[in-house]
Nanobody, 118 residues
Framework: QVQLVESGGGLVQPGGSLRLTCAASGSIFSRYNMDWYRQAPGLQRELVAAITSARNTNYADSVKGRFTISRDNAKNTVYLQMNSLKPEDTAVYYC????????????WGQGTQVTVSS
């Protein structure tokens, strides 16, 4: 069992930055691939950024060059640094953990709201 707690969301002006944090507990963090998803009102949840246990990363085209995902296995934490934020980045952001070897073993955080508005 893995518990995920996101923090760092809030209201920011266009062009601003935020750093989201996802703290994990309850299992061996290094065995999990970690992702950030987001869901805007009326839209499906979409993958924003992913980082494997080996620290390989992948990004949605819409955030490439603006967002950076990273992880600190010693702190059981994954981060999403978001720069040059746009109004279309407004969404609830969710942390997701997927076991790298066990199919179907995955967990979600409760989400944190990010609002980009002037």
């Amino acid at each position: 069992q893995v518990q995920l707690v996101e923090s760092g969301g809030g209201l920011v002006q266009p062009g601003g930055s935020l750093r989201l944090t996802c703290a994990a507990s309850g299992s061996i963090f290094s065995r999990y691939n970690m992702d950030w998803y987001r869901q805007a009102p009326g839209l499906q949840r979409e993958l924003v950024a992913a980082i494997t246990s080996a620290r390989n990363t992948n990004y949605a085209d819409s955030v490439k060059g603006r967002f950076t995902i990273s992880r600190d296995n010693a702190k059981n934490t994954v981060y999403l640094q978001m720069n040059s934020l746009k109004p279309e980045d407004t969404a609830v952001y969710y942390c997701h953990a997927a076991h790298k070897a066990l199919v179907g073993v995955d967990y979600w955080g409760q989400g944190t709201q990010v609002t980009v508005s002037s």
